[in-house]
């Protein structure tokens, strides 16, 4: 590691011999290896970025000039450039994240690691550098599937609208997001991969024939015409060109000589330019180059030298519903599932490989996937949508105008749900539970364990006339939590011990168990408690609020946002049918959450089992507190 050692920042580069920047990306690519398999993350994205890196922070001077990267997962190589090589904590409590961030460096920009937005940022700073006059450069890193993306093109056609306006676009160009990228635009850019020498046609003769008089000029635009419709039949790259795009490329993406070339002439354009560079996902790791799958796009801890996982955690929650889909999809032959380019993640594998012809990879455009959903329910066919609980936020629109006001019988199932932890502030599912209660006639599944999973499931999924959502958490699944009771649709997990009991605890999926060892502690204190599991948190169950009546205080444990989440339903709930009892509601707080454990998340927001008991205990108190005080008043004359 001597020359990585020895870049405390971008300009260190500079310095550097074409050999001295190869040896650099070995020492990289190794440090990577070894970095990330010690504490995981997203190994093959940067292991296909190194040289990319090298070269556009030599050609570029962050951060005047502005480098920003979609998706922020293929930063890593920026962070160790940019003097950040302390990967010992990555994703973790004290240590770098994930993604860009700005609380670490002046040269990250997006911190936000949602996917094809990095167009309109760029965009918007383009335009800010014409009006302020100011002369630095931004560059667009997009790749790894992002173009795949719905904003990306709305963005391009409008960057495209200003044709001396400077900007660079870096298409990454590695065939996949997760999994091999597909559509349209990967069937261009794999084309456009074979095919180079666009711009020699009207080299020759070009000036001659401009200044021929009458006949030079029309002619001129007759052959350009000509040599459009022949690089439009030997690669469409017309398409970037119609949209008044400059195009460079393709340029091989582990060549540095060859990318700083590219992104000279590119810097010196004047407008908007499109790079276009072909890297290898995982590229220098054989684990990863063998792993068809998705290239180790991120792994867990694993061993360096052969790539496999150091300690399994069990049966997890995706893999629950990824096997129970296969048995529906047995079972009815109108299931059809959807997913937003992660169908590994999102554990839908082995549903395309029992039924290749029923599964529908939309890439990166949750939007699109939300409203084709529409579409093929309308058709006669039953969709899942599986997709990451915060990636939903996306397609809030269509799940409102498309779905639910249609009345289209879609289930979206939400994974990573809650709080996720290492991967940071985007990627906690902490907003679903808020933002889908506006969505009229919609439902929404929080399991408790797997057999809820598989149970709620096949519940939704009956549902033919509305939307409904099924959302679970990230990682392992606990043991099954029995119930021991029901009222109306709910499961009761705990009965209380006292006639009249104290307090009416509801728990909202994963958070079952907590909730049971808070009930345990209240009753250490004398408080007898009811501990119920609504099951579907939306629309709240009729029979709760009778339940919440035979209590002195309702308390609700979730782990979304307080801010309308299934506490304040329940409050509404409570004050439409005229119960009138205290309520106190437990959730995450309205702040973004930065990386560390999915535990010491929870206990730094407070949303712990000691820490609401000891608040309920002090709620009870104030409670037995007033009712003594008046009991000892004195009767007045």
């Not at 991969?193 to 020759?204: N, Q, V, W």
């Not at 029309?218 to 195009?247: N, R, S, V």
Request: hydrophobic share 40%; glycine share 10%; with cysteine.
């Amino acid at each position: 590691m001597d020359l990585l050692t020895r870049i405390k920042g971008p300009r260190d580069l500079d310095r550097l011999s074409v050999d001295e920047l190869e040896q650099l990306a070995q020492e990289i690519r190794t440090f990577l290896v070894d970095a990330v398999s010690k504490t995981g993350g997203h190994l093959g994205p940067n292991l296909g970025v190194v040289e990319l890196t090298i070269a556009l922070h030599r050609v570029f001077e962050s951060p005047r000039d502005k480098v920003l990267w979609d998706t922020g997962h293929q930063a890593y190589v920026h962070k160790l450039l940019t003097g950040r090589q302390d990967f010992s904590r990555l994703k973790m409590k004290g240590g770098l994240s994930g993604y860009p961030s700005r609380a670490e460096s002046e040269h990250d920009v997006i911190e936000n690691s949602h996917a094809s937005g990095v167009l309109g940022w760029a965009d918007g700073l383009a335009k800010a550098n014409e009006v302020l006059k100011k002369d630095d450069h931004v560059v667009a890193v997009i790749g790894d599937g992002a173009l795949t993306g719905g904003m990306a093109w709305e963005a391009l056609n409008n960057i495209a609208a200003a044709k001396d306006r400077p900007l660079v676009i870096v298409v990454n160009d590695n065939e996949r997001s997760y999994a091999p990228t597909i559509g349209g635009l990967a069937n261009h850019l794999a084309t456009l991969r074979t095919t180079d020498g666009y711009e020699r046609f009207l080299a020759r003769g070009k000036d001659i024939l401009e200044r021929t008089p009458v006949v030079g000029r029309p002619l001129y635009e007759t052959l350009h015409g000509a040599k459009k419709g022949l690089k439009d039949f030997i690669a469409p790259q017309g398409m970037f060109e119609d949209l008044g795009l400059k195009y460079v490329g393709p340029i091989d993406g582990h060549d540095i000589e060859a990318l700083e070339s590219a992104l000279q002439r590119a810097k010196r354009f004047g407008g908007p330019v499109i790079v276009h560079c072909l890297t290898e996902k995982g590229r220098g790791y054989t684990p990863a180059l063998e792993d068809e799958a998705d290239r180790f796009h991120a792994v867990g801890k694993i061993h360096p030298d052969t790539g496999l996982p150091i300690s399994t955690s069990g049966l997890d929650w995706t893999s629950v519903f990824g096997e129970e889909m296969v048995k529906l999809g047995e079972e009815r032959k109108d299931i059809v599932a959807i997913t937003a380019a992660m169908l590994q993640p999102v554990g839908l594998g082995k549903f395309e490989e029992a039924f290749p012809d029923r599964i529908y990879d939309v890439g990166i455009a949750e939007q699109h996937g939300a409203v084709s959903a529409a579409g093929l329910a309308t058709g006669g066919l039953h969709p899942v949508f599986a997709v990451y609980a915060t990636f939903l936020n996306r397609a809030f629109d269509q799940v409102l105008m498309d779905v639910a006001l249609h009345k289209c019988g879609v289930t979206f199932v939400l994974d990573r749900a809650g709080v996720t932890g290492t991967d940071g502030a985007s990627h906690n599912g902490m907003w679903d539970m808020s933002i889908l209660q506006v969505v009229p006639g919609l439902r929404i599944a929080a399991p408790r364990d797997a057999d809820q999973v598989r149970a709620q499931l096949r519940e939704a999924v009956a549902v033919d006339d509305a939307p409904t959502v099924v959302r679970f958490s990230k990682g392992a699944v606990g043991p099954a939590v029995k119930a021991v009771g029901r009222a109306g649709g709910m499961d009761i997990l705990r009965e209380p011990k006292a006639d009249r009991p104290d307090v009416l605890i509801v728990s909202v999926g994963a958070l079952a168990p907590m909730c049971l060892e808070i009930a345990d502690l209240l009753d250490a204190q004398g408080i007898s408690s009811t501990v119920v599991d609504p099951r579907w948190v939306k629309p709240v169950d009729e029979a709760l609020a009778p339940l919440a009546e035979r209590h002195r205080v309702v308390v609700t444990v979730e782990d979304n946002s307080r801010a309308g989440g299934v506490g304040s339903a329940v409050a509404q709930a409570l004050r439409d049918a005229g119960v009138d009892v205290p309520l106190r509601d437990f959730g995450i707080p309205p702040v973004f959450l930065d990386h560390a454990s999915r535990g010491e998340v929870m206990a730094e927001i407070g949303l712990t089992s000691p820490d609401i008991a000891r608040q309920v205990t002090g709620l009870v108190a104030k409670l037995d507190g007033r009712f003594e005080s008046r009991a000892v008043q004195p009767a007045r004359d």
